[in-house]
């Protein structure tokens, strides 16, 4: 086998393994160190909703989420303890606030990873 084609197996199976690891990695697994928010709009008020909060690194971090639909998954960010939570009218954390929470989001729960926060 020439030094090429030995080159070129070893930089495909190389490209290979990190593909696999990156796919396989996905959004961050907090487990005992916070939880994702499913926001629950069953009043049917908020547009998008602005939170702010401990992440699962205990660091403060705020984001804002669009909630189109009555169960809203906000994916890829985590959170622990009180955090603070607006409901806008508008999407983008524009318009009226609506509504506004300060719940509790446990840093681990048992067989889950979503913590379902409702504005009712």
């Not at 990156?22 to 499913?38: C, D, K, P, V």
């Not at 205990?58 to 804002?64: A, L, Q, S």
């Not at 939570?85 to 989001?105: Q, R």
Request: with cysteine.
């Amino acid at each position: 086998m020439s030094t090429r084609n030995l080159l070129r197996k070893v930089t495909t199976t190389t490209t290979i393994g990190i593909a696999g690891v990156a796919l396989a990695s996905g959004t961050a697994f907090a487990g005992s160190s916070g939880q994702q928010i499913e926001f629950q709009d069953n009043r049917h008020i908020a547009n998008s909703i602005h939170v702010r909060g401990h992440n699962q690194n205990d660091v403060i971090v705020e984001h804002c989420f669009n909630t189109p639909n009555t169960a809203n998954k906000l994916r890829g960010w985590w959170w622990q303890g009180q955090i603070y939570i607006d409901a806008y009218s508008g999407k983008g954390c524009t318009g009226k606030v609506n509504w506004s929470a300060s719940p509790a989001v446990p840093a681990n729960q048992d067989g889950n990873d979503w913590t379902v926060i409702g504005d009712d």
